[in-house]
Protein backbone atom coordinates (compact mmCIF):
# COMPACT_ATOMS: atom_id res chain seq x y z
CA UNK A 1 0.00 0.00 0.00
CA UNK A 2 2.95 2.33 -0.76
CA UNK A 3 2.34 6.08 -1.00
CA UNK A 4 4.79 8.94 -2.09
CA UNK A 5 6.26 10.49 1.21
CA UNK A 6 8.41 13.43 1.41
CA UNK A 7 12.06 12.55 0.24
CA UNK A 8 13.73 14.86 2.86
CA UNK A 9 13.36 12.72 5.74
CA UNK A 10 15.83 11.17 7.12
CA UNK A 11 14.25 8.62 9.39
CA UNK A 12 12.15 5.46 8.40
CA UNK A 13 10.32 2.73 10.58
CA UNK A 14 7.96 0.13 9.70
CA UNK A 15 5.25 2.61 8.16
CA UNK A 16 7.70 4.51 6.24
CA UNK A 17 6.49 5.07 2.48
CA UNK A 18 2.55 3.57 3.11
CA UNK A 19 -0.64 5.33 3.73
CA UNK A 20 0.09 4.43 7.73
CA UNK A 21 3.67 6.80 7.65
CA UNK A 22 2.05 9.75 9.31
CA UNK A 23 -0.15 8.09 11.57
CA UNK A 24 -0.20 7.05 15.37
CA UNK A 25 -1.26 3.57 15.23
CA UNK A 26 -0.21 0.72 17.01
CA UNK A 27 1.04 -2.59 14.65
CA UNK A 28 -1.86 -4.31 16.02
CA UNK A 29 -4.22 -1.63 15.49
CA UNK A 30 -3.17 -1.88 11.33
CA UNK A 31 -3.79 -5.65 11.03
CA UNK A 32 -6.81 -5.17 13.05
CA UNK A 33 -7.92 -2.67 10.55
CA UNK A 34 -6.68 -3.94 7.24
CA UNK A 35 -8.59 -7.31 8.70
CA UNK A 36 -11.63 -5.17 9.03
CA UNK A 37 -11.49 -3.45 6.18
CA UNK A 38 -11.27 -7.06 4.02
CA UNK A 39 -14.42 -8.36 6.19
CA UNK A 40 -16.38 -5.38 4.98
CA UNK A 41 -16.91 -4.51 9.00
CA UNK A 42 -18.78 -1.12 9.15
CA UNK A 43 -16.82 2.18 9.97
CA UNK A 44 -18.51 2.43 13.18
CA UNK A 45 -17.88 -0.96 14.48
CA UNK A 46 -14.22 -0.65 13.49
CA UNK A 47 -13.91 2.89 15.32
CA UNK A 48 -14.95 1.23 18.15
CA UNK A 49 -12.86 -1.82 18.27
CA UNK A 50 -9.71 0.00 17.25
CA UNK A 51 -9.87 3.53 19.79
CA UNK A 52 -10.20 5.60 16.30
CA UNK A 53 -12.47 8.03 15.29
CA UNK A 54 -15.02 6.92 12.63
CA UNK A 55 -13.49 9.90 10.16
CA UNK A 56 -10.13 8.05 10.65
CA UNK A 57 -11.30 4.62 9.85
CA UNK A 58 -13.54 6.09 6.33
CA UNK A 59 -10.15 7.43 5.67
CA UNK A 60 -8.58 4.54 5.76
CA UNK A 61 -10.65 2.28 4.70
CA UNK A 62 -10.47 5.04 1.48
CA UNK A 63 -6.74 4.56 0.74
CA UNK A 64 -6.88 0.88 1.12
CA UNK A 65 -9.51 0.19 -1.46
CA UNK A 66 -7.31 3.08 -3.82
CA UNK A 67 -4.21 1.38 -3.53
CA UNK A 68 -6.06 -2.31 -3.72
CA UNK A 69 -7.91 -1.22 -6.98
CA UNK A 70 -4.60 0.67 -8.62
CA UNK A 71 -2.84 -2.65 -8.18
CA UNK A 72 -5.72 -5.00 -9.99
CA UNK A 73 -4.39 -6.36 -13.17
CA UNK A 74 -5.41 -4.97 -16.06
CA UNK A 75 -5.30 -8.00 -18.55
CA UNK A 76 -7.78 -10.89 -17.29
CA UNK A 77 -6.90 -14.23 -16.25
CA UNK A 78 -5.88 -16.63 -19.55
CA UNK A 79 -8.03 -19.23 -18.40
CA UNK A 80 -11.94 -19.10 -18.46
CA UNK A 81 -12.30 -21.61 -15.39
CA UNK A 82 -10.84 -20.38 -11.85
CA UNK A 83 -10.20 -22.83 -9.04
CA UNK A 84 -10.30 -22.62 -5.35
CA UNK A 85 -9.72 -24.45 -2.32
CA UNK A 86 -12.86 -25.40 -0.12
CA UNK A 87 -13.47 -23.55 3.37
CA UNK A 88 -14.98 -25.28 5.73
CA UNK A 89 -16.38 -22.72 7.86
CA UNK A 90 -17.12 -25.18 11.04
CA UNK A 91 -13.93 -27.30 10.24
CA UNK A 92 -12.71 -28.88 13.98
CA UNK A 93 -16.01 -28.05 15.86
CA UNK A 94 -17.44 -30.70 17.68
CA UNK A 95 -20.89 -31.53 17.31
Not at 29 to 58: I, P
Amino acid sequence: MPLPISSTSNQSNLYSGTIFAARQLRPVQVVLLVRGVLKGESAASLARELGLSRTTVTELRHLIQQNAARHQPEIPLKDNVVETDELFQNAGEKR
